[in-house]
C-alpha cells in the first residue's frame, strides 16, 4: 500500500504496489519495460518550492522531487534508465468551492502537469494515463509483466498499459 | 513540519469537539424527530500518510458533504455518509436516497449540523467562524479525504482531525462528522490560546 506522499519500488514478480482512493493526487508508476523493476509514488503537490520550510517529510510528496528520488530508488535497483517508461493515474478534481473558494482547487490539473514536466526533463516517457476527470481511483502496479490497472470509484478494474515483451 | 501537541492540547481539542457535535447532535434529533447520540470524539494529530486509514477504509464508497470554513480559522467541517447511513438519513426526511433530491437532503443536514457545531464552538472560543455552502461528493473515502487535506499539505505533514460519530438512535446509522484543521495555517494557534492553551 502506498500512502499519501509515499513510495515503494520492487523487484519482487508476484509483488503488486497499490494506491486506494487517488483523488487530486497523482499515482506515478515508474515501469522497466525489460525487467521485473517498478515503483509507484503517490504524490500529493506539484511543487516542492511552495512547500513550507519542514513541510517536505517525504520527498515523493512533491511532483518535482518526486521524479527524481524514484529514478534513484529504481536505478539502485537494477533498472536501467533507458528502458523505464511512466503511468500516470489521479489528477482528479473531486470539488470545487466556485467563486468564494481557494484557486488551489485544481491541484490535480497541476498535480499531473507538474509530473508530466519533471518526467519531460528527465527524458522518461509517458506510455499511458488515467487522469483528469472527476471521480477516484485506485491504482495496483503488478511488478510481474509491467503491468498497471485502474479502477474508478463505482466502477470496474481494468487494465491500463502492459509493457510488451518478446522473452 | 510534523506539528506536535501536548496531551493537554489535544484533550482540550476533543472538548471542543464533544460541545461542537453535542450541539450538531441536538440539531439532527430536532430535524428527524428522533433521538441522537454522540460517541466519544476522536482527536488525531497524525502524519499525513496516517490520516486516511484512522478514519476508515480507503475504498469505501461514501457521500461526504464538505463546509468550508471562512472566518479567523482556515478548516472544513466533513460529514460521511455510507450507503447505509444516506437510506436512513433519507428515510428520516421522506425523500429517496442516491437521487438528486436525496443528495441535497444530506446537503441540508450537512448545513444544519456545520452551522450548529461551528456556533458553539465560535461562542466558546470568541473565534469568528462562518460556514459556506456545503458541496455533496460521492466517491470513494480515501479519495475524498486526501484531496481536502492536499489543500493544506504544502504547509504540514500533519492532519489534524476531530472526529466524532453520531448515532441515530433506532438505527444503525453511524456516521463521521470531522473537523479538519490545518495545523500549518492561520488560527488554529489562537484557537488553543483562547483555551488558555497556548504553546
Not at chain 2, 472538548?15 to 441536538?26: K, L, P, Q, R, Y
Not at chain 2, 447505509?84 to 449540523?113: F, K, M, P, Q
Amino acid at each position: 500500500m502506498v500512502r499519501m506522499g509515499e513510495y515503494r519500488v520492487s523487484r519482487t514478480a508476484g509483488e503488486q504496489l497499490i494506491t486506494i482512493g487517488l483523488g487530486s493526487c497523482i499515482g506515478l508508476a515508474l515501469i522497466d519495460r525489460d525487467r521485473d523493476i517498478a515503483g509507484l509514488a503517490h504524490i500529493v503537490l506539484p511543487d516542492s518550492k511552495d512547500a513550507a520550510s519542514g513541510a517536505i517529510a517525504q520527498p515523493t510528496k512533491f511532483a518535482d522531487t518526486a521524479v527524481p528520488k524514484m529514478l534513484d530508488e529504481l536505478a539502485r535497483m537494477g533498472a536501467r534508465r533507458s528502458g523505464l517508461v511512466a503511468v500516470l493515474v489521479g489528477g482528479a478534481q473531486m470539488f470545487s468551492f466556485g467563486s468564494g473558494g481557494k484557486s488551489t482547487l485544481d491541484i490535480g490539473r497541476r498535480n499531473e502537469a507538474a509530473t508530466r514536466e519533471a518526467l519531460n526533463a528527465a527524458k522518461i516517457p509517458v506510455m499511458a494515463n488515467a487522469t483528469g476527470g472527476t471521480k477516484g481511483r485506485t491504482v495496483v502496479v503488478h511488478v510481474a509483466g509491467g503491468m498497471v490497472t485502474v479502477k474508478e470509484a463505482g466502477g470496474t478494474e481494468s487494465e491500463l498499459w502492459r509493457a510488451g515483451r518478446t522473452r | 513540519m510534523t506539528t506536535q501537541y501536548t496531551e493537554m492540547q489535544l484533550d482540550a481539542l476533543r472538548e471542543v469537539a464533544n460541545i461542537g457535535s453535542g450541539n450538531a447532535a441536538t440539531a439532527l434529533a430536532a430535524m428527524l424527530g428522533r433521538p441522537v447520540d454522540l460517541s466519544c470524539p476522536y482527536v488525531y494529530a497524525k502524519p499525513l500518510a496516517e490520516a486516511v486509514e484512522s478514519v476508515g477504509p480507503a475504498e469505501l464508497e461514501v457521500t461526504a458533504i464538505l463546509i468550508q470554513v471562512i472566518g479567523d480559522l482556515e478548516t472544513m467541517v466533513v460529514l460521511m455518509f455510507n450507503e447505509n447511513d444516506s437510506r436512513v438519513l433519507c428515510e428520516a426526511l421522506g425523500v429517496e436516497a442516491g437521487t438528486e433530491v436525496g443528495v441535497s437532503a444530506l446537503c441540508e443536514i450537512g448545513n444544519i449540523l456545520g452551522a450548529s457545531y461551528l456556533s458553539a464552538l465560535a461562542m466558546m472560543t470568541g473565534i469568528d467562524l462562518e460556514p459556506a455552502p456545503p458541496i455533496a461528493v460521492e466517491d470513494m473515502l480515501g479519495a475524498i479525504l486526501s484531496s481536502v487535506l492536499a489543500l493544506g499539505a504544502s504547509q504540514t505533514d500533519t492532519a489534524l482531525l476531530l472526529d466524532s460519530r453520531l448515532l441515530v438512535e433506532g438505527s444503525d446509522a453511524n456516521f463521521s462528522f470531522m473537523f479538519l484543521v490545518n495545523p500549518g495555517a492561520k488560527g488554529i494557534g489562537s484557537l488553543l490560546e483562547r483555551l488558555g492553551l497556548g504553546s
